[in-house]
């Protein structure tokens, strides 16, 4: 499917769709990416070629510590429960 045509279909979605619809939808087409992601297995080669890069992104100082990564995951969570919140 061509990127015109999929933009075209995005901006469809997000026009007719509500936000439960459109959660709904999203949280499908991601489990169907990972299940499909998980389903290949890496090999040898595959996985130290990530770990190399990580670690050569994490001696750059790129990328996040765990602690931050908390403290976003914390915020999100926040804001999502006070949104939940408003709705009802």
């Given at each position: 499917?061509?990127?015109?045509?999929l933009?075209?279909?995005?901006?469809?979605?997000?026009?007719a769709?509500?936000?439960?619809?459109?959660?709904?939808?999203?949280?499908?087409?991601?489990?169907?990416?990972?299940?499909?992601?998980m389903?290949?297995?890496?090999?040898?080669?595959?996985?130290?070629?990530?770990?190399?890069?990580?670690?050569?992104?994490?001696?750059?100082?790129?990328?996040?510590?765990?602690?931050e990564?908390?403290?976003?995951?914390?915020?999100?969570?926040?804001?999502?429960?006070?949104?939940?919140?408003?709705?009802?």
């Amino acid at each position: 499917m061509s990127t015109a045509t999929l933009t075209s279909l995005l901006d469809y979605l997000t026009r007719a769709l509500t936000t439960d619809n459109k959660r709904w939808l999203a949280d499908h087409l991601y489990q169907q990416v990972w299940e499909k992601k998980m389903s290949v297995p890496y090999t040898m080669k595959e996985i130290n070629s990530r770990l190399d890069l990580a670690e050569s992104e994490s001696a750059a100082g790129l990328g996040q510590d765990s602690e931050e990564m908390f403290r976003e995951l914390e915020e999100d969570f926040a804001y999502e429960k006070a949104e939940k919140a408003e709705i009802i």
